[in-house]
């Protein structure tokens, strides 16, 4: 049980580390789904019942949503097309999993019982109040499930931008707002290409005037781009990538003296 905690605890590191590194928060929301593993590694004691079923939906929903965020430098969801009654069902599913699975680490003694389970009288408003954050949270977490099924199988294109311009925004044309990003738009027969970009990539091509790269197009019409092709780009952000990778090991090891000292000695 102390390896299942360290090994949970180095992902949820390592998932806040990349949403620094890539500016993509997204990486540190996915962490939710290692809760209540973590939860369960820390509180267990001998005789405790171990729920196998939510250790598999939180780990397997972990590596599903991990699938839309993974290997993407650039990419455009919002032009892909709009499957309404899909996504409905994705995230009627997705928040079943996820009630199922906070619900049962609340009723083993995992988490803390903020929902009242086993009170003899249900708390609705209790309850009620409780589900408004869960079910806010799952919107991203069905965005991340229908990215994965998007990317499943994607078609490759190459694609030509000229007149690139990149910069830092909450949308494309809107500077202000506390949930900005990394965009780029180009320009192909006409037709402008808006893409949203990781941290680093915006690094290496925030001067590029045009762009030949390959696009992979979705099942449902995301374009996602997950090889620049141009291998010198990546000296442009060596000295960052140097700068990260040493407060990444050092950070790391940290939380894995603090870990080992939880689950060992504590």
């Known amino acids: 049980m102390q390896w299942l905690g360290f090994l949970t605890a180095a992902t949820i590191y390592w998932c806040f580390f990349l949403a620094a590194v890539t500016g993509r928060w997204g990486w540190a929301a996915l962490t939710g789904w290692l809760i209540p593993v973590l939860a369960l590694t820390f509180r267990y004691t001998s005789g405790m019942a171990i729920n196998g079923l939510m250790v598999l939906i939180c780990v397997v929903f972990f590596f599903i949503c991990r699938k839309g965020l993974v290997d993407v430098k650039m990419w455009n969801v919002k032009i892909r097309k709009k499957r309404s009654i899909l996504f409905g069902i994705l995230y009627i599913f997705t928040f079943l999993m996820l009630f ?26 209790q309850m009620g109040l409780s589900l408004i954050p869960l079910l806010l949270i799952n919107i991203l977490y069905t965005r991340m499930v229908y990215t994965a099924i998007d990317r499943i199988y994607c078609k490759k294109e190459k694609i030509t931008l000229l007149a690139c311009h990149s910069y830092i925004s909450r949308e494309e044309g ?46 449902l019409g995301g374009r996602y781009i ?15 990538d140097r700068r990260e990778m040493w407060w990444g090991i050092i950070l790391f090891v940290l939380v894995s003296i603090g870990t080992i000292f939880l689950y060992w000695f504590y």
């Open 226 to 240: 997950t090889d620049l092709e141009h291998p010198e780009w990546e000296k442009r952000t060596r000295k960052r």
């Open 174 to 219: 809107m500077e202000r707002g506390l949930h900005k990003g990394y965009f780029m738009e180009g320009i192909q027969n006409g037709i402008t290409y808006h893409f949203r970009m990781t941290r680093r990539t915006y690094g290496m091509m925030k001067k590029e005037p045009h762009l030949h790269l390959t696009m992979n197009v979705g099942l």
């Open 100 to 125: 199922y699975s906070l619900a049962q680490a609340q009723i083993q003694g995992y988490l803390l019982n903020l929902q009242g389970w086993g009170s003899r009288q249900i708390p609705f408003l």
